[in-house]
């Protein structure tokens, strides 16, 4: 609707016509009711012109609502897909079809399901009925958790195959699942002879201290784990070395001289720890050549008795817990980790190789960093602190020399009760963690 020109009435029905003078309209000859007359009138029509466009505006919407929703039901159309929750019965692998071609193919599990043409909901009943499964359960877990680096690749196949995100979810966390799977399988894992902290600790870095003691059968301050260097070997007791260390008259930077059950070494104390770890340079000097490495220190605070320093071991960021990420990234051959030797709960302390490299520059935030530690996470570490001062460049690859509260995520090892710790930074598996794995 458009206006062009408005004429208005007298009572005499004679028809006044705008004149322009100097670009005004002017109206002659009009009474002040007849002028109050006259602008309602020119009101209600831009009204009824303002309405008419809002209508069309309307109208073109609910039009193309309308073909959108065509385009679902309509092959021409391309419409990304929208993904169904698939309904699931959990078979005997006896009366499971899928599971019987599977035992024909002689392959591993993954490598099947990745050539199988099954639809969707077929594979989400064989997944769920090998996750029911006692026995087929922890081979097939075995499997898929064998190589930490493949989470990601293995997952990505999951998804396609059982039909999206949403059914992935279900599957791992739904009873009779992949997270009930997991914790018979820690359990069983846990039931054998002879079992070691490294035997768990390259499994996955988030272990409950209480676990570590009820498996290795020791009291609480005689927990410890990983190997002492040979610069170590007749040092006496390494928990009151450790502490000794940690008493000394330190000046920032300024190395001592020190002398300990014979061995002499230079001891300099990096920082003052703020984050509550101190590290040290501890320097062995023989006729062949210096061995360095870094002590780092848990700062107690007054923290000394048996709760409190519980309490404090598993702060996201105390030696602890950097002890379990650091040594599981050394048992799996992280090449963004320095190498982790030994942890010694009694004095609190973690032992570190000492790496070259040069200064690291512009690693300022967290999204950037990670990009550069590709290693770090396809063994399921997320670096959260993108400080710079936490990086050395060593020959083109980025160092973490303070592993810090880095997250530890796959759904693949997703924990068991009892056994397994969930801190802040631990996620697990929810949503929003299962698809940013999910996503290049």
């Given at each position: 609707m458009k206006i062009s020109t408005i004429y208005f009435t007298n009572s005499n029905n004679q028809t006044i016509k705008p004149e322009k003078q100097n670009k005004k309209l002017i109206l002659k000859d009009l009474s002040n009711t007849e002028k109050i007359y006259a602008g309602l009138s020119a009101g209600g029509l831009i009204g009824l012109t303002i309405l008419a466009i809002a209508q069309k505006k309307r109208i073109n919407s609910l039009n193309k609502l309308t073909?959108?929703?065509?385009?679902?039901?309509?092959?021409?159309?391309?419409?990304?897909?929208?993904?169904?929750?698939?309904?699931?019965?959990?078979?005997?692998?006896?009366?499971?079809?899928?599971?019987q071609n599977f035992k024909k193919s002689k392959t591993s599990f993954i490598e099947f399901l990745k050539d199988t043409k099954e639809d969707a909901k077929n594979v989400k009943d064989f997944l769920f009925s090998i996750?029911?499964?006692?026995?087929?359960?922890?081979?097939?877990?075995?499997?898929?958790?064998?190589?930490?680096?493949?989470?990601?690749?293995?997952?990505?196949?999951?998804?396609?195959?059982?039909?999206?995100?949403?059914?992935?979810?279900?599957?791992?966390?739904?009873?009779?699942?992949?997270?009930?799977?997991?914790?018979?399988?820690i359990k069983a894992l846990t039931s054998k002879n002879n079992l070691t902290p490294e035997d768990l600790l390259k499994l996955s870095p988030?272990?409950?201290?209480?676990?570590?003691?009820?498996?290795?059968?020791?009291?609480?301050?005689?927990?410890?784990?990983?190997?002492?260097?040979?610069?170590?070997?007749?040092?006496?007791?390494?928990?009151?070395?450790?502490?000794?260390?940690?008493?000394?008259?330190?000046?920032?930077?300024?190395?001592?001289?020190?002398?300990?059950s014979g061995k002499y070494m230079k001891v300099t104390r990096i920082n003052n720890g703020k984050s509550g770890k101190i590290p040290y340079l501890i320097e062995f000097e023989n006729q062949e050549t210096t061995q360095k490495y870094i002590l780092k220190v848990q700062q107690s605070w007054g923290c000394d008795s048996f709760y409190a320093k519980e309490n404090l071991a598993y702060k996201s960021d105390s030696t602890f817990m950097n002890a379990q990420l650091d040594y599981y990234l050394t048992l799996n051959n992280c090449k963004n980790s320095p190498k982790f030797y030994y942890f010694d709960y009694r004095s609190n302390s973690g032992l570190y190789e000492f790496q070259e490299g040069s200064a690291v520059s512009g690693v300022e935030n967290i999204l950037d960093a990670n990009k550069r530690l590709k290693d770090m996470n396809l063994l399921g570490i997320y670096y959260n602190d993108a400080c710079s001062c936490n990086f050395i460049e060593q020959n083109g690859t980025l160092k973490v020399i303070d592993i810090g509260d880095s997250s530890f995520i796959d759904p693949l090892r997703p924990g068991a009760v009892g056994c397994n710790l969930q801190t802040p930074n631990w996620c697990g598996v929810g949503l929003p963690n299962l698809s940013m794995l999910l996503k290049d």
């Open positions: 073909k959108n929703k065509q385009s679902l039901f309509n092959p021409n159309i391309t419409q990304k897909p929208v993904e169904e929750l698939l309904p699931y019965k959990i078979l005997g692998l006896k009366d499971n079809k899928l599971y996750t029911a499964d006692k026995q087929k359960s922890q081979e097939f877990i075995k499997e898929v958790i064998s190589d930490p680096r493949k989470t990601i690749a293995n997952l990505k196949i999951l998804k396609e195959k059982i039909g999206g995100e949403k059914n992935l979810i279900e599957w791992l966390q739904a009873p009779q699942g992949y997270q009930d799977a997991y914790k018979e399988y988030d272990w409950h201290k209480h676990y570590f003691e009820t498996i290795l059968n020791c009291k609480n301050n005689d927990l410890h784990f990983g190997k002492l260097p040979k610069e170590f070997e007749g040092i006496g007791d390494y928990s009151h070395f450790a502490e000794w260390i940690n008493q000394q008259n330190y000046i920032s930077k300024d190395p001592l001289f020190l002398e300990y």
